[in-house]
């Protein structure tokens, strides 16, 4: 029962570099949604996937892009990484994006940028 | 813009205490609130979803109740243990917007 499944689960970068950050979920969820998680600023909404083929920006969207693949798939791209990217990111999917049904978060993605 | 905020930041009880965490958002038009769970290195889990149009809701020890007029929710949780140490949030989902998360309450419950 994987749930949300995300990759890597830990990452490295130089600034200036680009990565994807992979996210997958195999309950057949509607909408999918891209957060960071910084120290004393709470979780923080990146993008958002309300159902396949749409995409919206969340509170914190600039030096990120996203692609909704399929309905299983959705990746955070990061092109020129910068320090103030260091976080954790955290994948999550539910039902619907109204919240009618809880979401469904993965372990998340350690990136530090030097 | 939703504002949502848990006080207190931090909390440490005995074992076997009684205990209330509590939420408050800036706008009530919500339709939905959600209390998590997140423990250390992991991501979160999802304890309790209250409805708009409800006042309550209960998963064995815990109990979330919602004013929404008031712009408040509190997490009761009963005869805490030591298992129940973990970081607890708060998020609402309103107008156009996915979740609005607090900064959570840091439980930490000795034995």
């Known amino acids: 029962n994987a749930g949300v499944t995300q990759t890597p689960k830990f990452q490295v970068l130089k600034t200036g570099q680009s990565m994807t950050l992979q996210c997958a979920q195999d309950?057949?969820?509607?909408?999918m949604y891209w957060y960071r998680q910084d120290p004393g600023m709470g979780l923080r909404l990146i993008y958002y996937?309300?159902?396949?083929?749409?995409?919206d920006k969340g509170e914190v969207p600039n030096g990120y892009n996203v692609s909704r693949l399929n309905k299983r798939e959705f990746s955070l791209r990061l092109e020129s990484a910068a320090p103030s990217q260091t976080s954790v990111y955290f994948c999550a999917s539910s039902a619907d994006y109204r919240g009618g049904q809880p979401q469904h978060f993965g372990d998340g993605t350690r990136l530090s940028i030097l | 813009k939703q504002e949502v905020t848990q006080i207190p930041a931090a909390l440490s009880v005995p074992e076997g205490e009684n205990l209330v965490l509590n939420c408050s958002f800036t706008?009530?038009?919500?339709?939905?609130l959600q209390w998590f769970r997140q423990d250390p290195g992991k991501g979160l889990t999802s304890l309790l979803l209250?409805?708009?149009?409800?006042r309550e809701q209960t998963s064995g020890r815990l109990n979330a109740s919602l004013d929404k007029s008031s712009g408040r929710s509190t997490l009761y949780i009963a005869a805490s243990q030591p298992g129940d140490s973990a970081t607890y949030l708060c998020a609402v989902v309103s107008g156009n917007t996915p979740l609005v998360f607090g900064k959570g309450t840091r439980l930490s419950v000795i034995a």
């Open positions: 309950m057949n969820h509607n909408s």
């Open positions: 209250i409805q708009s149009s409800q």
């Open positions: 996937s309300a159902s396949e083929g749409t995409t």
């Open positions: 706008d009530s038009a919500i339709y939905n």
